[in-house]
């Protein structure tokens, strides 16, 4: 269990870290692209407009704005003007939703993010992060980084549940244990880890426009742009 309460001082040269997307250990990050998602029957670009849209289960206006952003940044920051009106248990029940968030990454794009994962072999995952020691660790100079470091904790807790049951029991995500836990109206069961790529015979919405789109049509779309 993570404590959320305890800064840690990790040595640059002794860890994983990683701040932007595009650096070898990018993909660890929630804003990483190329490890879409599909929860019930939505495309979602990034584990983080998911993380994102989970704290207003209430309002599936405003979930629905966050998934359809095309950057994740975007959908996080599109979040800033609602956040006083976020599920109010958020901060008691946002570190279980982020493990969930990391799992069902982790489910359907397995051998992808699984191999990233185990490629960091035994060492310390950070996040390093300018401003925020809670999900991160921030420099305090050149050679080290301080934070609760949550998000790499979890990343460390994911890494060893795909080194002791292996990555073909964990394609499966059930749903954290928290009331309330809706996507757009719906509730969010078992999301299994189906490759989105072979699902091109079922349509996946594409939350932008009021548009309905097949998931060749959103690739279409992605490479046209």
Known sequence: MVNT????????ESVISFHKTTEPFGGLSN?????SLNINGLYIR????????????????VQQLIIGQASPMTAKMKTKPYRENSRED????????????????LAQNARKFGDLLLSTGD???????????FWGAKPIDAGK????????RLLMELREEVRAVGLEN????????????LLLDKPIGVITGEPIAARRDRPLLLLKSGQ?????DQVGKKEAR
């Open 90 to 105: 958020w901060n008691r029940v946002r570190i279980r939703i982020m493990r969930w968030c990391l799992h069902v990454k």
């Open 123 to 133: 060492r310390p995952i950070v996040e390093q992060s300018r401003r925020d020691a």
């Open 170 to 181: 964990l394609l499966s995500a059930n749903p954290p244990k928290v009331s309330n836990f």
């Open 46 to 61: 990034t584990s983080e407009a998911l993380y994102q849209a989970c704290r207003f289960p209430h309002m599936p206006e």
């Open 31 to 35: 804003m990483a692209a190329g490890y």
């Open 5 to 12: 309460t305890e800064l840690r001082v990790y040595g640059r």
């Open 212 to 216: 309905q789109l097949t998931l060749e």
């Open 145 to 152: 980084l301080t934070g609760v470091n949550v998000l790499g």
